[in-house]
């Protein structure tokens, strides 16, 4: 091997990209590269001058910071020194704005060897992601905030379209008229599938969406589901079978709401696109590894239409469909499929597609469920006799699946009846309508209702006369449901702690937890649906009296106002007046 000499390793170490410099003991220089001269131009410059290494550095520090105290220098030469001393590394501000990290090492006879490295790309690209990641934090909050603006805006007029549908359901419209009436509700509901497809996609996105598992029955469950679906199948003559596998758990820990959104989307999907034939449910589950897991997995087939092997995979993007003419066709966003399968996935499974053009397809549904440990039955208490409960025509069921609800889907509706009679409710929100709708609720049971605009109204209704509980919207002018409930629960005033329930149009993932957290009792989110109202108003009411939190002092008796006539002229009127104002 051919000797290097003193000279080619000196050109070779100035072709280095990092700066090398070589020291004794005492930090006398004795090489230093052009990069690493290129980085501290003055600091080797004063050291070819035989200047103190401390020194040196003091003048490199000025000279990239004339503008610092001279407290600060002095910080920054110190930590130089102590780094170097130390063999440790160092990041550092070069000549021209650059970033450099420092390292040095000391050799066996003692000398010091310093290495600089140009960090400056590396840095700036640092900086620019930062950057991106803020522009893209602050896209996804504004689309967040966009969402959830939309959501309260189309839910708010939603409320009265659909409020107004479900009184009228009760007055007994025949023919045409009743005709008419369904096709309100069966549009205004298709309106709220629409946004919720586009809110649950946006919080599936923004990793917001949170599943929440109950213990159920899977067979009741899909039972119900089958049943809600009949009259859709046998409208086109089609048949809709439920077979469930015996070996299924009798019970089992899912979310509910999201496995029926998802077994609906397939269900609906195969009833629209099936002309002749028929549907079928096929359910089964299977132990997995996992102690006390299943794999459930259910088959929706059908003897539709069919679809080929180039659309399977493009029919689970979001917005799409089999061809562009569906949508003009059958409509839909395009959406239900796409968030299906991202729900599936969450839950530790899939949805999968087998299909022949012209002769049906079946969708697989796959996902996890724990099997719940078995518990000892408490002994069943005596039966106690019961007030009668006045029927109450049962309203279409408003399906939002925002996960405010989700907890109280899976359970049946109570219909409320003496429970309710002569109850006195205040009902706070700025929208006429709103007000309205919620007293075309309640009137009918005896509930004695009375209005107020704004929580400064409220506050002063409060003082004046007894209320049993408070429907209280959370965005008016004056004073906002927020400011309300706070003065509401600080008054120190004998209605202090009076149920009070957030009718509100904020109905977006998070929105129920933080009402409770202001003091609320209960959340009903807009389009109100009338059995989740009763629902959430009897649960309230029946917790508060088991607190004894609560008990509304009595009031002189007054005559029970009349139900309001939503098609009479003072309604129409004061809404064509209030939106004359506000136009």
């Not at 051919?2 to 390793?9: K, R, Y």
């Not at 520090?61 to 002095?74: A, C, L, R």
């Not at 129920?512 to 109100?528: A, I, N, T």
Request: glycine content about 6%; some cysteine; overall charge negative.
């Amino acid at each position: 091997m051919t000797e290097l000499t003193s000279q080619q390793f000196l050109d070779a170490a100035d072709k280095l990209q990092n700066g090398l410099a070589i020291y004794k003991a005492d930090f006398t220089l004795l090489y230093a590269n052009a990069t690493a001269r290129d980085h501290f131009p003055v600091m080797y410059e004063n050291l070819d001058k035989g200047m103190k290494l401390d020194d040196a550095i003091r003048a490199e520090i000025v000279s990239i910071y004339p503008d610092m105290e001279t407290d600060g220098q002095e910080q920054m030469v110190e930590a130089c020194l102590q780094a170097i001393r130390a063999s440790s590394s160092l990041d550092m501000a070069a000549s021209g704005g650059r970033s450099v990290k420092a390292y040095h090492s000391s050799t066996a006879a003692g000398d010091v060897i310093g290495i600089s490295v140009d960090l400056t790309e590396l840095r700036q690209r640092e900086r620019d992601l930062k950057k991106a990641s803020a522009a893209a934090e602050a896209a996804s909050q504004a689309k967040s905030e966009f969402l959830a603006s939309m959501s309260h805006e189309i839910r708010t007029p939603l409320n009265g379209i659909l409020g107004m549908a479900q009184a009228l359901q009760t007055r007994g419209l025949q023919g045409d008229e009743r005709e008419m009436l369904d096709t309100i509700l069966e549009s205004s509901k298709s309106l709220m599938t629409i946004l919720n497809d586009i809110l649950d996609l946006s919080k599936i996105e923004a990793g917001k969406l949170e599943l929440s598992p109950v213990r159920v029955d899977l067979r009741h469950r899909l039972s119900r589901l089958q049943k809600f679906f009949a009259p859709s199948a046998d409208d086109k003559n089609l048949y809709l079978k439920l077979v469930v596998d015996p070996r299924v758990p009798a019970e089992l820990v899912f979310d509910t709401v999201r496995v029926r959104q998802c077994v609906s989307n397939l269900i609906s999907n195969a009833i629209k696109f099936t002309a002749s034939g028929g549907i079928i449910v096929a359910v089964k589950s299977a132990p997995l590894a996992k102690a006390d897991q299943h794999l459930v997995t259910v088959h929706v087939s059908d003897t539709g239409i069919g679809i080929s092997d180039s659309q399977k995979e493009e029919l689970f993007s979001n917005f799409a469909q089999a061809d562009a003419s569906t949508t003009r066709r059958y409509g839909g966003t395009g959406l239900g499929l796409s968030i299906a399968r991202r729900l599936a996935r969450m839950m530790g499974g899939d949805i999968s597609l087998t299909s022949k053009p012209g002769q049906g397809s079946i969708f697989t549904f796959t996902f996890r469920a724990d099997v719940p440990k078995v518990e000892a039955k408490p002994k069943p208490a005596p039966s106690e006799d019961k007030p009668s409960v006045a029927e109450v025509p049962a309203a279409p069921e408003i399906t939002s699946q925002t996960d405010s609800q989700r907890a109280r889907a899976a359970a049946p509706h109570p219909k409320p009846g003496a429970d309710l009679k002569g109850k006195r409710v205040l009902v706070v929100d700025d929208n006429a309508v709103n007000r309205r709708v919620a007293r075309l609720f309640l009137e009918p049971l005896g509930v004695r209702a009375t209005e107020a605009a704004n929580g400064l109204e409220a506050l002063e209704m409060l003082k004046g006369e007894p209320f049993d509980f408070v429907l209280l919207d959370m965005h008016m002018p004056v004073m906002d449901g927020r400011e309300t409930i706070k003065r509401i629960r600080s008054s120190g005033d004998l209605w202090d702690m009076i149920p009070t329930i957030a009718l509100t149009a904020d109905a977006m993932s998070g929105d129920r937890e933080r009402c409770l957290e202001l003091g609320m009792d209960g959340y009903v989110p807009k389009p109100v649906d009338q059995r989740e109202l009763f629902s959430e108003i009897l649960a309230v009411l029946a917790r508060a009296a088991e607190e004894g939190r609560y008990s509304p002092p009595p009031s002189t008796e007054r005559e029970t106002p009349k139900p309001v006539d939503p098609t009479s002229e003072v309604l129409f009127g004061d809404t064509l007046g209030s939106l004359e104002r506000t136009g």
